[in-house]
């Protein structure tokens, strides 16, 4: 009895002494590797990704907006046959056979194997219930409007970066700020009841509403595109602007479809680059209305003042000449203007002398930034009058010779629109914050670069040239258009001189001229015929004959 | 008659023996006389009585909570599930939301809305506009400033929603 008692006390505490060795290897000796791997088993950590800010138009429609896709992942670790999920998955996903194939066999415990996949697939993936595939949301970006606006707009990478236009400008605004949960979870993937251990909400990106108009943006690419099309050109820019505001209406960048186009695609589409503010060019003509009001605001001239005007004129070694010969005779300023003479405005340049002309091209904007901050926003490129040339003077007087971007040429017209004073141009609107509050953007800078009197001459000067004179096609039925034409010859690229038969047209000017309320500038690469009065400004005319529609815009009153 | 007094015997008590060892351990385990017990004052009865019942209160009362917190837990459990499935039920409808409002833009878009009316309605873009031009009197004043096609009330509504929107996978 004794002897069996014994035993027993002593397998008792036999098995009491393992026990309490095995609860001591657990809880001590391994217990920091036991926890991470029991974590590592539960506790899941996941990333909220924050949902990227949507860009919306002017009225609050929108532009481009973020939405959450499936992407399709595997865990080769547990993938034991490679070759036959490949095979099942590869014409679900769409994704070739060998690559999957590659991919499901690596040493990795993650691979994307699709990525931002539509509900469709993801959910004949789900069906397939293949062990170790398994789908995880993404935000995509998505376009509505198509490509409408798409070179302003910009790009984002895969990973919702943003690459290009606005979308990079703004990126670190509009990326918002992912969050985190970490949870418990059963293996079923449902939370475990009171495991919850952290959860740090995302905060979605701000929103962008943008000064553009997504009607009007949509009729002037279709304007702009028409008109490449028929004058063969290579490319064009076109941007509409309100001139008290400086508010970019509509921005469009079209080019010809390269030789590299996939099949099917428009002979017209987006510019990879907003060129509008990336791109300079010389501008030719339409820079003779800065040399005019220039000579008007320092005294120099009067919109009557007759200046002899010969057809050619030897400048330094070079022999400028008019575009088309005419006897030596007494143009005034007006008629220089409407004429689109090149000698008249050389005269005027050489009245001003290269300092002043220097600085009322500054004035107006040339040779820096506009200040949208724009990415890759060029700033022009404009001599120092000290390196100028012996025909510098002359060839800058009438347009040649400088380089500026289409938005500083529009805010030059901008500034006699509205009464002599500068307006930054501006794309943003307002900003919508993550709690939903709408932040209406700093009004553009200004200054004063003419007095209202030279405004209002220069305008008139503009009128007679759209009525009269080299861009009458620019003329709008109802109102009266002040505007001006250039035909500009393209440099060679990387060397000195210019490109045979290559020329850059324009028209640049606003409406309604009595009480301007648009201004806005046309540019073609290239066109067939070459003149800015042919090609830019019909445009011109079909664009704000539309913006003065939708935007209400009465024409002025006049005596019967 | 002589009287013979006997003295009357004395109850005395008896040397008490000194117990053996074995005896002394016998007695010891003699813990409780089941006459004793029975001879228990009414008194004693009744402490024994409420300490058995207080016993029975609290082992019922110590079940009573065992069963309350596992109902909770269960509770917990249950709420949690729910949980789950509202907050999957309402990332769903925010999908749903989203999907919709990327639907409706779709439909907006003024190239799809000119395509359709070209393509499928058959307009066609007018030959000319006429312009009625106003004199400068009175009748020429609009009345009403000029009403820009900003439709404020969509970024409002924007404005409503976008914090509402919930931020949970």
């Keep these: 009895m004794r002897l069996r008692l014994g035993a027993m006390v002593m397998a008792l505490a036999m098995g009491f002494g393992l026990l309490t060795l095995r609860v001591g290897q657990v809880q001590v000796l391994s217990a920091d590797r036991l926890e991470a791997l029991g974590e590592d088993q539960r506790v899941r950590t996941l990333e909220l990704p924050a949902e990227r800010g949507s860009i919306f138009d002017r009225n609050g429609r929108e532009l481009a907006l973020s939405l959450r896709q499936q992407t399709v992942w595997a865990n080769p670790r547990v993938i034991s046959d490679p070759f036959g999920m490949a095979k099942t998955l590869a014409p679900v996903i769409g994704v070739d056979e060998d690559k999957l194939v590659e991919r499901l066999s690596r040493d990795a415990a993650f691979v994307y194997l699709a990525r931002k996949v539509d509900d469709r697939v993801a959910e004949q993936v789900k069906n397939l219930k293949l062990p170790g595939i398994d789908l995880l949301p993404e935000p995509e970006r998505f376009l509505p409007a198509g490509t409408l606006a798409s070179s302003v707009i910009g790009q984002v990478g895969i990973d919702n970066e943003g690459l290009s236009g606005l979308e990079s400008q703004f990126n670190s605004r509009l990326a918002g700020e992912p969050g985190t949960l970490v949870s418990e979870r059963d293996p079923r993937g449902r939370p475990i009841p009171g495991g919850e251990r952290a ?5 979605a990106g701000t929103d962008l509403v943008l000064t553009l108009d997504r009607s009007l943006q949509h009729q002037t690419e279709k304007a702009l595109a028409s008109q490449i099309l028929s004058s063969n050109a290579d490319g064009g820019t076109a941007i509409v602007m309100e001139v008290g505001t400086g508010e970019v209406l509509a ?32 501008p030719g003509s339409v820079n003779k209305m800065i040399t005019v009001a220039a000579a008007l605001e320092e005294g120099l001239v009067s919109p009557s003042t007759e200046l002899l005007v010969p057809d050619r004129l030897l400048v330094a070694d070079h022999v400028f000449s008019d575009h088309d010969p005419h006897p030596t005779t007494n143009w005034s300023v007006t008629e220089i203007m409407a004429q689109s003479s090149n000698i008249g405005a050389i005269k005027l340049g050489q009245q001003l002398g290269k300092e002043r002309l220097d ?35 002359a060839t800058i007087s009438l347009g040649q010779g400088i380089a500026v971007t289409a938005m500083q040429m529009l805010t030059a017209y901008n500034t006699v629109a509205n009464g002599g004073e ?70 060679r690229d990387g060397a000195r001189g210019y490109e045979a038969g290559a020329y850059v047209a324009s028209f640049a000017g606003f409406v309604p001229a009595e009480s301007p309320g648009l201004t806005a500038i046309v540019l073609l690469d290239e066109p067939k015929p070459i003149y800015g009065g042919v090609v830019a ?24 | 008659m002589a009287v013979v007094a006997f003295p009357l015997p004395v109850r005395t008590p008896a040397p008490r023996r000194q117990p053996t060892a074995p005896e002394r351990n016998r007695e010891a385990v003699k813990l409780v006389r089941p006459a004793r017990t029975r001879a228990l004052p009414r008194a004693g009865r009744a402490t024994s009585t409420v300490r058995r019942r207080a016993a029975w209160g609290l082992v019922s009362l110590i079940a009573a909570v065992a069963l309350a917190v596992s109902a909770c837990q269960v509770l917990i459990a249950q709420s949690q599930f729910e949980l789950a499935r509202l907050q999957s039920d309402a990332a769903t409808a925010e999908d749903r939301y989203d999907r919709l409002r990327l639907q409706v833009a779709e439909l907006e878009s003024p190239g799809r809305i000119m395509a359709t009316a070209q393509e499928r309605l058959g307009m066609v873009p007018p030959p000319g506009v006429t312009y009625l031009t106003p004199v400068p009197s009175e009748s020429a004043t609009p009345t009403v400033a000029p009403a820009r096609p900003s439709d404020e009330a969509v970024a409002d509504d924007w404005s409503r929603i976008k914090p509402i929107l919930a931020t949970r996978p």
């Design chain 1, 422 to 491: 500068y307006v930054a141009p501006k794309l943003v609107r307002a900003t919508v914050e993550p709690d939903g509050a709408i932040n209406p953007t700093p009004d553009s800078a200004r200054r004063r670069v003419v007095s209202p009197r030279v405004a209002e001459q220069v305008s008139a000067m503009l009128v007679e040239v759209v009525q009269r004179g080299t861009g009458e096609l620019a003329a709008v039925e109802g109102y009266t258009v002040a505007g001006k034409t250039g035909t500009a010859r393209k440099p």
């Design chain 1, 537 to 560: 400004a019909p445009v011109f005319a079909e664009v704000v004959r539309y913006a003065l529609r939708l935007f209400r815009i009465p024409p002025p009153a006049t005596a019967t």
């Design chain 1, 359 to 393: 600085s009322y091209l500054r004035q107006f904007g040339f040779g820096a930034p506009t200040g949208l901050d724009f990415p890759g926003e060029s700033a022009g490129l404009l001599l120092e009058p000290d390196n100028y040339s012996g025909t510098s003077l």
């Design chain 1, 251 to 282: 921005l469009a960048n079209l080019a010809r479809a390269g030789a590299d186009a996939p099949d099917g695609a428009p002979p017209v589409g987006p510019a990879r680059a907003n060129r509008a503010v990336t791109t300079v060019h010389e």
């Design chain 1, 199 to 203: 959860f740090r909400p995302s905060e």
